[in-house]
């Protein structure tokens, strides 16, 4: 089993930056990918970005793309999005995901953290 737990989460202006982090912890934490995925009131859960066991980093979609960096720090087992610039778009619960698949779908993902509110006002 996989426990993640995320934080960082809250309110920010637009403009503001955050830093989200997901603690990996389980005997089966090990050289899995991360990943972070958001969902807004009435939406559907949606990719954000993700992250290799060995540190590669996939394309993420152009609402985030530039904005947005994932990071891990394989020592501490914690993975990392740093937001910038943010907009009330990205006002959403951001949910930390781990799997041995790297993949966009939601249904590939093993492992799902509890959610971290950000909200972001105009």
């Known amino acids: 089993q996989v426990q993640l737990v995320e934080s960082g989460g809250g309110l920010a202006q637009a403009g503001d930056s955050l830093r989200l982090s997901c603690a990996a912890s389980?005997?089966?934490?090990?050289?899995?990918?991360m990943g972070w995925f958001r969902q807004a009131p009435g939406k559907e859960r949606e990719f954000v970005a993700a992250i290799t066991w060995f540190g590669g980093v996939t394309n993420s979609p152009d609402s985030v793309k530039g904005r947005f960096t994932i990071s891990r720090d394989n020592a501490k087992n914690t993975v990392y999005l740093q937001m910038n610039s943010l907009k009330p778009e990205d006002t959403a619960v951001y949910y930390c995901?781990?799997?041995?698949?790297?993949?966009?779908?939601?249904?590939?993902?093993?492992?799902w953290g509890q959610g971290t509110q950000v909200t972001v006002s105009s």
């Open positions: 389980g005997r089966a934490s090990g050289r899995l990918h």
């Open positions: 995901a781990a799997s041995n698949v790297l993949s966009r779908r939601t249904e590939d993902v093993g492992y």
